[in-house]
């Protein structure tokens, strides 16, 4: 399993690099509108789509969820051995099945859409380099 961490300001495109046919767990710190930390009873849904830009078709998704708030987001912090960023931790963290980055030396496009429960919608965008395992 990959891990990859990024602390967040919201609406800011992250990069990442990946072994290909890989789990890949991604975590952010997000911030809502109020610069305050995001909880699950911040935001009444999250979406995940991911789209191979190097494609014959970039913008079809190759993969797309709806994800479960409770699964993906924290009301506190998490400093886990999973995090290498900084020692405050991530609030969001979702783990993305080997089958997303199957082709090495192909860019991804990890796109989350967050809806608060007032209704605004933020994203959270990640560039992710699927690098080539060579043996077999």
């Not at 999250?46 to 009301?75: G, I, N, Q």
């Not at 506190?76 to 960023?85: F, P």
């Given at each position: 399993?990959?891990q990859?961490a990024?602390?967040?300001?919201?609406?800011r495109?992250?990069?990442f690099s990946v072994?290909?046919?890989?789990?890949v767990s991604?975590?952010?710190?997000?911030?809502?509108d109020d610069a305050?930390?995001i909880?699950?009873a911040?935001?009444a849904s999250v979406?995940?789509a991911?789209?191979d830009?190097?494609?014959t078709?970039?913008?079809s998704?190759?993969?797309t969820?709806?994800?479960t708030v409770?699964?993906?987001?924290?009301?506190?912090?998490?400093?886990?051995?999973r995090w290498?960023?900084d020692?405050v931790?991530y609030?969001?963290r979702?783990?993305i099945?080997a089958?997303?980055f199957?082709?090495g030396?192909?860019?991804y496009?990890?796109?989350y859409?967050?809806?608060?429960?007032?209704?605004?919608i933020f994203?959270i965008?990640?560039?992710?380099?699927?690098?080539?395992?060579m043996?077999t």
């Amino acid at each position: 399993v990959s891990q990859v961490a990024a602390s967040n300001v919201v609406q800011r495109m992250h990069q990442f690099s990946v072994l290909e046919d890989s789990t890949v767990s991604l975590m952010f710190r997000v911030l809502g509108d109020d610069a305050q930390a995001i909880t699950q009873a911040t935001i009444a849904s999250v979406t995940f789509a991911a789209f191979d830009l190097d494609a014959t078709t970039p913008t079809s998704a190759v993969s797309t969820a709806t994800l479960t708030v409770a699964d993906v987001v924290f009301d506190t912090y998490q400093t886990d051995d999973r995090w290498h960023a900084d020692s405050v931790g991530y609030n969001f963290r979702h783990d993305i099945a080997a089958s997303v980055f199957v082709t090495g030396g192909h860019t991804y496009q990890v796109e989350y859409k967050f809806t608060a429960d007032g209704g605004e919608i933020f994203h959270i965008l990640a560039r992710v380099q699927a690098a080539p395992i060579m043996t077999t």
